[in-house]
Each structure stands twice: as C-alpha cells, then as structure tokens.
C-alpha cells in the first residue's frame, strides 16, 4: 500500500505493485469460500483433502477492475468472468449500464467483485443489485477493493449486510471531489497512464 | 476469386518483404509452437483454464513479432567487462485492447511493454443500420509519435477495427505507426483494412478460409471472448 500510495513511483512500479497486491487479496478470499472435502490417492494411500464447494464467477468491474482479473486467474483457474461497466450519475442516482456481459448464474455460484477503490460505494450498490436480479444471495458474494473509503463501506453494509468486504486499507474519508483520502489517486489513470 | 487472388498477393509479399509488408504471420515464432497454441484454441474440446493458458502464450508469441516492427534506437551500455551496443525504445507504446476480447492479450502484452499507456475502445455495431455505438472510450493523450498497438484476437468482417482506425487517425494518431494484432482473421477483414488503411501492419498466427453467413470465422475457434470468459 506504501507504494501504490506514493505518488513518485513509476507507472511500471504502480502496475508490479498492485499485482502483488492483487495476489495477496486472492488469497485472502479463498480463506472466505465454502469448500467440502474430497477424496484422493496419492501415488502411495488414500486420503482427504478440500475443494471449493461453488463454481467461482469473477465479476470485474470497467476499467480498473480488469487489472485484477489475471492475478485472481491463478488462484480460480476455472472461474467464469462476467464483465460489467457502468456510469453513475450522482445528481439523479441512475445508473447507465454502458456494459454487462454474465456468465450463467444461479444461487449455486460464488459471486467474486473486483473494483480497486471502493468510494462512494454507488458503483458498487448498482452491482450487488444487478446480482441480486439474477437471484444471487447476498451470502455467497465477496466485494474486493484495494483501498476502501468508510462512506463506501458502510453505503454497501446498511443494504447488503451479508456482503463480504476484502480489502487491505480502510482510509480516512472521501474529499467533495469523491475521491479517497489520503487514497492513491485515480487508480485506472495511474495503472493505464491516462491522467 | 477476387479474394483468394488478394490473399495470395498479401503472402508472396510477406515472404520477400517482411519488413514494409502490411499482413505479417508471426513466423518469427517457432512454427510448431505457434502450431501448437492455435490447435488447442481452436479445438472446442480445450477446457477454460487450458485455453486461457494458451491465450498468454500466444500472446507472448505475437508481442514478440510485434517488437520487430517497431523501431528501437541504439544505445551503448556496459557489461560487467566491456562497453557493448543495445537498443531501447525509441517512440512510447500505447497498447488498445477492444473490450471485452482484447482486454485477454492485455496482461501478456504489458510484460513486454512495461511503460507502455493503456487506451480502451467499445463499440457495438448494429449490423442493420451499420451504425456503430461507442459505449466506451478513453485514449490516453497521443502526440503523434506512439506506436499504437491494437489488441483484438478476432478480424471478421473488419467493421470494428475499420470504426477504431479511423478514430485514432481523427485523434492524431500517426498511422504507419499502428499494429493491428489478432489471434485469427478473415480474409475478408484483412481486405478491408488492406483497402482503407495500408499502412497499417496486421500481425497474426492464422488466417482462415472464411466467413460463414453468421460472420464467424471458419474455421476459426468459435467465439474467443466466449470462450476465455466463459460465458457461452
């Protein structure tokens, strides 16, 4: 978090930084996954050993969301995307879905969102919603931020209580311009180069 | 007729002038690797994780080619023992993936091209009316001096790729510096931009027979986006 923070760094830095971030956030979800046992041989006895229990959907949201996709690649080799984009207009609180493109859902899917700044939390109420029409229980949903603003945080605990939230920094609050301070900065125009 | 005779024309320059040559074929790869990463995409029997491992290597394949095509400047370093010729980057890279396929190539590609400015492009052709709509786009500033690489594995019918050069020509873009990168094309998708923007390179691991009526590519391998995002 130190060096994502640290407005010096360069972007190749910022990207290599926030992968290794991303690594440690996937690990960290697997701890809140169901899983069930299973049995094996190895080459010499039988023996126990877990599973996931549920299919895995990854849920990134555009744009910077993507930059999290590869790393959680690894720990859920078999999990499906479902891509979605969406603007948020503050003033009439519409949301326009420029973007939504599911996998197969049901409530046997574990439901993995993938947005690096939670702020606000109005990007991310749009999404659970939208998972909550294709009959997604709240239980089986993990949100994973980088970094969390506490007005996002508790937007997404007073309608989704039973929503997990992974994230590595809870900060201070959000400046009138909606941006998380102390924060990163725009995390999508530091990693994609376009401030 | 016509389009098997322009095809043929675009290989014969590819093998007796690489470098000025608008369609390249990865050759720089080993032929049976790049063999071997499109017979696991192509075959619908490949499993999601398989055919996203795939992704990254031919990914790394055609990053690789994409380098040979983009001038470096020299530059003198030094060994542990002695002063020695190296190149470096001349121009800044942007790389352009078109939502939703594109963005698969991306994370390989930004191994190869590590300051390299990320732009994203998403439209949606309506095919009655051939009117595009963006639903996305954010370029990052262009000078004029990058080289754009354009990351989208499928050229069909060559609709979209059309629609995005023609905005970074309108954005500034210089367009003997753009790439245009596919896993597989359409012949037809080559002739089109062939026709419309010859200066830009296209580097690719197949070409295929055809389009069917549906504007897939056959053989092809389905739809990709479907297929590394498992949403078939």
């Known amino acids: 978090m130190t060096k994502l923070r640290d407005k010096t760094i360069s972007r190749a830095e910022f990207r290599k930084t926030a992968e290794q971030l991303t690594n440690i956030l996937a690990q960290e979800a697997m701890q809140h996954l169901q899983t069930e046992s299973t049995n094996l041989e190895t080459p010499l006895a039988q023996t126990t050993g877990l599973k996931l229990a549920n299919p895995v959907v990854l849920v990134p949201i ?9 790393s959680f690649l690894h720990y859920f080799q078999n999990a499906t995307i479902g891509v979605v984009g969406l603007k948020r207009d503050e003033q009439t609180a519409q949301a326009h879905w420029y973007y939504e493109n599911f996998p197969p859902l ?44 506490p007005e996002g945080l508790q937007a997404v605990q007073k309608e989704f209580p039973d929503v997990k939230i992974i994230t590595a920094a809870v900060d201070e609050k959000l400046n009138k311009d909606k941006f998380i301070i102390p924060g990163l900065g725009d995390f999508g125009d530091r990693y994609f180069g376009t401030e | 007729m016509k389009t098997a005779k322009a095809i043929a024309a675009v290989f014969l320059c590819t093998q007796t002038a690489l470098a000025t040559d608008q369609l390249i074929e990865s050759q720089n790869t080993l032929r049976n690797g790049k063999e071997w990463f499109t017979t696991g995409l192509r075959n619908k029997n490949t499993s999601l994780s398989k055919y996203r491992e ?62 390299a400015k990320v732009g994203f492009v998403g439209l949606a052709r309506d095919e009655e009316t051939a009117q595009a709509h ?25 609709g979209t790729a059309l629609l995005v050069l023609e905005e970074l020509k309108n954005s500034g873009a210089d367009m003997n510096k753009i790439i245009f990168v596919s896993v597989v094309c359409a012949p037809e998708g080559i002739e089109k931009i062939n026709a419309e923007f010859p200066s830009v390179k296209i580097i690719t691991v197949g070409v295929d027979s055809h389009l069917n009526d549906k504007k897939f590519i056959v053989p092809g391998l389905g739809d990709f986006g479907d297929r590394y995002f498992g949403t078939e």
């Not at chain 1, 555009?62 to 590869?70: A, D, E, K, P, Q």
């Not at chain 2, 004029?144 to 019918?157: Q, R």
Request: hydrophobic share 45%; proline share 6%.
């Open chain 1, 106 to 149: 049901s409530d046997k899917h574990q439901i993995i969102i993938l947005d690096p700044m939670l702020a606000t939390g109005g990007t991310a109420l749009e999404t659970l919603k939208k998972l909550q029409q294709h009959g997604i229980p709240q239980k089986k949903i993990l949100f994973v931020a980088m970094v969390c603003a």
């Open chain 2, 134 to 158: 963006w639903y996305y786009k954010k370029l990052p500033a262009l000078s004029g001096k990058e080289y754009i690489i354009i990351l989208e594995p499928m050229l069909a019918t060559g």
């Open chain 2, 54 to 115: 795939l992704t990254d290597l031919v990914a790394s394949a055609l990053a690789l080619e994409t380098m040979n095509h983009i001038q470096f400047k020299n530059i003198t370093i030094e060994t542990q023992l002695a002063p020695i010729a190296g190149i470096e980057e001349e121009s800044p890279v942007v790389l352009l993936p078109v939502i939703r396929s594109g963005l698969s190539l991306l994370p390989t590609f930004l191994k190869y091209y590590q300051n």
């Open chain 1, 62 to 70: 555009l744009r910077s969301g993507i930059t999290m996709v590869h």
